[in-house]
């Protein structure tokens, strides 16, 4: 397949037979020696398959994690020919100074004018780009300072099993898989913006100190320090007490995401102060972000949480799904498929956009973004809602009162139905809500709106007109409940719904949340 059809087989065997056989590398640039004693050799790797290609691969230790792994299980040493600004070295002296995806071309080039290449064609697959500006990027080996999160596998899975997730299936699907697969965090960055990395260390790297409060340090370097970013932390000499060798800090900042991990007990600087206002606010009930902070904000917070406590910093946890074009597509600014939101916001207005969210579907199945779908649910919900509310300011004569009166037994059906119904539909969303299930909770609401207004309002039609206060007192306790409901998912029109019909406190938002009063099922199951 790989050879052609012409191509006469000589012999059979594995690949582990060829295992330590020397071999004259592709290219010369670099002496086989500065690898070590397996320098151009083979190398037997789980990794490589023969699915693809011939089931021969060259390894190059420092732009491929599978292949630095087989190489330092064999005492090799790491050879890195390109700089940090992605071009060839001195060493790879007719390609040097150039990026190293631009010589692609001339690279092959040189193999066929050597007599090195079989074939070449190219072919589609992914592969790393900056978000930003689009460029292709390098996987790329780099000494860093490391947490050695790895040795607490065991502590985070068990962490993670008193956590609820929502969706449940990224426990132990996304989130549980990567934390099976954990890895040594690589805590140092090359940055100059950032936490310093508080790691004091000789010239000769024999003597290493690390820092865990500005306390010690001045107590340490008799320095205190007003502003602890650089350039000032840099400038903190210690004289290690033990040696008497100068000791400075190493250049490194820490990760942002460690940062974010530290944010329970660092937003109230604990463990230095305020240690009573962090046990009370942790762990956090819950959580929301989308569904890429599972190796982000889901992680760090963990895995911090477990380093100093040994659990877990919140006991819910919402996934959300990411929002995409009408196409499918990632919105992005450079591609020109973003959204502005303050545009929607204009011509829907604020609830609109928030019912659409809540309501259309799961958050966290992820959306393909559509206006007219916004549009779908102002005029099926939101306008039904406040014509509904209208019918009822322009007829009523009189305030509601809550709680109605005594039902009789001349009440009308439809009165005991619609207060029934509502009642269900206060359970309902209470049940949802409970249970972080806003869309089942606003597909509660719409449905209730749509019996209050398509039966009870239309069937009712001649009761009000006729001014009888019952019906009157019936529908705006229905709509003043719903007002409540609907105050977590569009606060505006809740709002306004609620000052004009009752008004007995200064917001909607201010209420206590409704209960639920009796249901009559009965009549429930003879009027659906």
């Not at 052609?4 to 071999?23: D, H, L, P, Q, W």
């Not at 005594?406 to 309902?428: G, I």
Request: charged share 25%; hydrophobic share 40%.
């Amino acid at each position: 397949r790989v050879l052609g059809e012409g191509a006469k087989v000589i012999e059979r065997f594995t690949g582990s037979a060829k295992a330590g056989n020397a071999y004259e590398p592709p290219f010369p640039y670099i002496d086989r020696n500065e690898w070590g004693e397996h320098g151009n050799t083979v190398l037997v790797g789980d990794f490589v398959t023969a699915d693809d290609g011939t089931g021969i691969v060259h390894t190059a230790l420092a732009f491929g994690e599978d292949d630095y792994r087989l190489g330092r299980e064999h005492g090799m040493t790491v050879v890195n020919p390109v700089g940090l600004d992605g071009t060839y070295d001195e060493r790879i002296t007719e390609y040097a100074g150039r990026q190293v995806k631009d010589c692609d071309t001339d690279l092959v080039e040189d193999l066929r004018a050597r007599g090195r290449l079989l074939r070449a064609e190219p072919y589609e697959h992914s592969y790393p780009h900056c978000w930003r500006c689009g460029t292709a990027l390098l996987y790329y080996a780099k000494p860093s300072w490391y947490i050695a999160t790895q040795s607490l596998r065991d502590e985070l899975l068990a962490a993670n099993e008193t956590v609820t997730w929502h969706p449940p299936h990224i426990k132990h699907g996304r989130f549980g898989r990567w934390l099976e697969n954990n890895v040594d965090w690589a805590l140092s960055r090359e940055r100059y913006w950032g936490t310093p990395l508080p790691v004091w260390r000789s010239e000769d790297h024999e003597v290493v100190r690390v820092i865990g409060s500005l306390a010690e340090l001045e107590e340490l370097s008799g320095v205190k320090l007003d502003d602890p970013h650089r350039p000032y932390v840099d400038d903190v000499v210690i004289t290690d007490p033990e040696t008497g060798k100068e000791l400075r800090r190493v250049p490194e900042v820490i990760d942002v995401w460690f940062d974010s991990g530290a944010m329970p007990f660092a937003q109230h600087h604990a463990p230095f102060e305020n240690v009573e206002r962090y046990e009370e606010s942790w762990p956090a009930d819950f959580i929301c972000e989308a569904l890429d902070q599972t190796r982000g904000w889901f992680y760090s917070l963990l895995g911090v949480s477990v380093l100093l406590n040994g659990t877990a910093p919140y006991r819910n946890v919402m996934c959300l799904g990411l929002i995409l074009d009408e196409d499918g597509q990632k919105m992005s600014k450079s591609k020109g498929n973003i959204v502005e939101p303050f545009s929607v916001i204009d011509e829907f207005g604020a609830d609109a956009l928030r019912w659409y969210f809540f309501s259309s579907k799961q958050p966290w199945d992820g959306y393909r973004f559509s206006t007219e779908q916004i549009g779908e649910g102002v005029r099926l919900f939101l306008k039904t809602l406040w014509n509904t509310y209208g019918f009822c300011a322009l007829y009523a004569g009189t305030p509601a009162t809550d709680p109605l009166p005594e039902a009789t037994p001349n009440d009308l059906q439809l009165d005991r139905w619609v207060r029934s119904r509502l009642a269900a539909t206060v359970a309902e969303v209470t049940e949802a809500l409970d249970g972080y299930d806003a869309t089942a909770g606003a597909r509660s609401i719409e449905r209730f709106v749509d019996d209050l207004s398509n039966w009870y309002v239309r069937r009712n039609r001649r009761r009000f007109w006729d001014g009888e206060p019952h019906a009157f007192a019936t529908l705006e306790v229905c709509l003043v409940t719903v007002a409540q409901l609907l105050a977590p998912f569009c606060p505006f029109i809740a709002d306004e719904i609620f000052d004009n019909l009752d008004g007995s406190d200064e917001s909607v938002h201010l209420t206590d949340w409704p209960m639920a009063g009796d249901r009559d099922l009965g009549l429930e199951v003879a009027m659906a």
